[in-house]
């Protein structure tokens, strides 16, 4: 997925600004960790002059800015910096190289690696046992289609983990926020479902939508 897929902009009510509140106050939840995070494995001794900071799936809205500022407080606590920059904005996708070798202090990503690089071919093959039947999410489906998610995922964070092995400096830091399930909870109980099911009804409307009127045009 080498394009950008960004959130909308602006502060309309299909803004994610205005439709962001629940990963604002997830993140906000996740501060203390955060900060003992900085405050307790940072290796600041071992890092250059420069001190970068990546948020990898960042968007529009404040979410970004309230993530870094909580950082950086973290980080002012921990030594008192106050002269930091940052490398220029990245616009490409996170499953690759974007950051020079070493160049970064700290990388934090927030609700944003569980979006796959793609979906599972098979998912959309009708002799596969993994076929979802035109369904975007793998709750309620045969135990075949969880698989082929699961199997994407682990792809597509091996190829994160491996790109940002390369970029983080000796002694940086990685901090990752995303939605999970607890062990032993089945995947209907995924606490995203109930965002996912109207999420998945509007699209398949909007697609037998196309698929009629290209029909009555044909
Ligand atoms: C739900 S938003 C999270 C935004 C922000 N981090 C927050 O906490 O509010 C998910 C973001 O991840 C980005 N994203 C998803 N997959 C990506 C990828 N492969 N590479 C770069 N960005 C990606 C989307 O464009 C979107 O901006």
Redesign the pocket.
Known sequence: ?GE????TGGDGPCSYTKN?SQ?RAS?ASAKSLLTSAILGNLDIERSSRMFAIA?????TGP??FIAMENIIGALTQKCKIEDYSSLPRVSS???GRLFPKASLNIIYS???LQ?L?KAPQELGDVNSPAWNKGRIYYTDAPREVGQAYSIQYAKDMDSFLAARAEELAPGGLMLILMPGRPDGTLPSQNSLGPFLRPLESCLTDMVDEVCKSRNLNN
């Open positions: 997925m950008s897929f960004p959130m962001s990963q993140a948020d990898l799936g960042c968007s979410n970004t996708s996170f499953h927030a609700f944003s979006w690089s």
